[in-house]
């Protein structure tokens, strides 16, 4: 068994907290091993928050392998925006010139 200090389970519980209070949340990442049923606790914690802070009107965008996890807890559809662009959002967000964008601009 594995023991309460290994978990991430107490993170995320003050993690949900702040995202209730949040306009703009960006996921990049589960909080644990979700694949795992016995470690799901942090990261489905975490999905649910954000879901109930979408709910209450933040936009939240999830990425890369924070899809997996939102779609094994049957969350993606509470989510904002869900982008399956791997790194793209990211260097999107950065401001960097995607080679996708930029062959179409050329």
Same mark, same amino acid.
């Given at each position: 068994? /594995? =023991? *309460? /200090?290994?978990?991430?389970?107490?993170?995320?519980? *003050? +993690?949900?907290?702040k995202?209730?209070?949040?306009?703009?949340i960006l996921?990049? %990442?589960?909080? %644990?091993?979700?694949?795992?049923?016995?470690?799901?606790?942090?990261?489905?914690?975490?999905?649910?928050?954000?879901?109930?802070a979408?709910?209450?009107g933040?936009?939240? +965008?999830?990425?890369?392998?924070?899809? +997996?996890? /939102?779609? *094994?807890? @049957?969350?993606a559809?509470?989510?904002?925006?869900?982008?399956? @662009? @791997? =790194?793209? +959002?990211l260097?999107?967000?950065e =401001? *960097?010139r995607?080679? =996708?964008?930029?062959?179409?601009?050329?």
């Amino acid at each position: 068994m /594995v =023991g *309460k /200090v290994w978990t991430s389970a107490p993170i995320a519980s *003050k +993690l949900s907290e702040k995202f209730l209070n949040s306009k703009t949340i960006l996921w990049n %990442g589960p909080t %644990g091993v979700f694949e795992f049923e016995n470690f799901t606790h942090g990261s489905r914690a975490v999905a649910e928050a954000i879901a109930e802070a979408t709910h209450n009107g933040a936009f939240s +965008l999830v990425e890369e392998e924070t899809v +997996l996890c /939102v779609n *094994k807890f @049957g969350l993606a559809d509470q989510m904002s925006y869900v982008s399956t @662009g @791997g =790194g793209a +959002l990211l260097e999107a967000i950065e =401001g *960097k010139r995607l080679p =996708g964008i930029a062959a179409i601009e050329d």
